[in-house]
């Protein structure tokens, strides 16, 4: 009998985003933070002052958050008692959102695409800034990859006739805070038995329309289907298979291993 294992491998890739100055300004009542601006984006947040001293005041300077985030505040204006009005802003990472609080509401600053910059953002009505909150975008992305199994193929699987054999549904989880593209390839190793090569690419993964897609041997990579390649959290589930008819002249006990492997890069917006 043979026996197929596949192992499931994940990359984390650096990516970039371009800029631009697009913005768009709302009020909400109350106190939202970025999961309440958008929910599932992904994004980080820093809020100034910070929460962990209620004793400090608004003032300008450089302020650091999770993941290498710097955001300087300069450019202020003042009201006379010494409340903060408005102010500029510039980061290192891309800042997706700038949540601005005063009175009993706030102004939320929306940079489409995100920027690293902005000037003359105040609380609603001008009132005096509570706080600030930056929900900026790391520019990382990681995928993980998961949910296939061991094939293990007998004498029987192969005299009812089956040219294909399951190895379980692959579970690809992608979090992205720029535009990117995701790849699939495979790489593998004989294990124990024959070496002999293949015949073509043997595995492939079924894509929500029903189509099967052939998964490349690396260093040749094929577009993962399904995905919308747009800043965020995404999840999709692909059947795969093996085609024994193009795994060579093998033998039984033979056991080969396969990785398949799924990346992402960053890409224009």
């Given at each position: 009998m043979k026996r197929i294992a596949v192992w499931l491998a994940f990359l984390l890739v650096w990516g970039g985003v371009s800029l631009g100055c697009g913005v768009t300004v709302e009020e909400i009542h109350g106190n939202p933070d970025c999961s309440d601006v958008c929910l599932g984006c992904g994004y980080s947040q820093l809020k100034v002052p910070s929460d962990d001293d209620p004793n400090q005041t608004l003032q300008e300077g450089t302020f650091y958050g999770p993941e290498g985030f710097e955001v300087t505040i300069y450019n202020a204006t003042w009201k006379d008692?010494?409340?903060m009005v408005s102010f500029d802003w510039s980061s290192n990472f891309p800042v997706k959102v700038v949540i601005v609080k005063g009175g009993p509401s706030a102004n939320v600053y929306y940079f489409d695409p995100p920027a690293t910059s902005g000037s003359g953002l105040k609380a609603p009505k001008c009132k005096g800034i509570s706080h600030i909150i930056f929900c900026y975008c790391p520019p990382?992305?990681?995928?993980?990859v998961s949910g296939l199994s061991d094939l293990e193929i007998t004498q029987l699987f192969i005299g009812q006739?089956?040219?294909y054999g399951s190895l379980g549904t692959l579970r690809v989880v992608i979090v992205s805070c720029v535009?990117?593209?995701a790849s699939v390839c495979y790489t593998y190793t004989v294990v124990s038995g024959s070496t002999s090569p293949f015949t073509g690419d043997p595995l492939s993964l079924q894509?929500?329309?029903?189509?099967w897609y052939t998964i490349p041997e690396y260093p040749s990579s094929t577009t993962l289907p399904d995905f919308t390649?747009?800043?965020g959290i995404e999840i999709r589930f692909y059947p795969v298979r093996v085609d024994l008819s193009l795994l060579?002249?093998?033998?039984?006990?033979?056991?080969?291993?396969?990785?398949v492997h799924v990346t992402v890069s960053a890409s224009s917006p």
């Open positions: 008692s010494n409340e990382i992305q990681w995928v993980i006739g089956n040219r535009n990117y593209t894509a929500n329309s029903g189509t390649g747009h800043p060579g002249d093998r033998d039984a006990g033979d056991v080969i291993q396969f990785t």
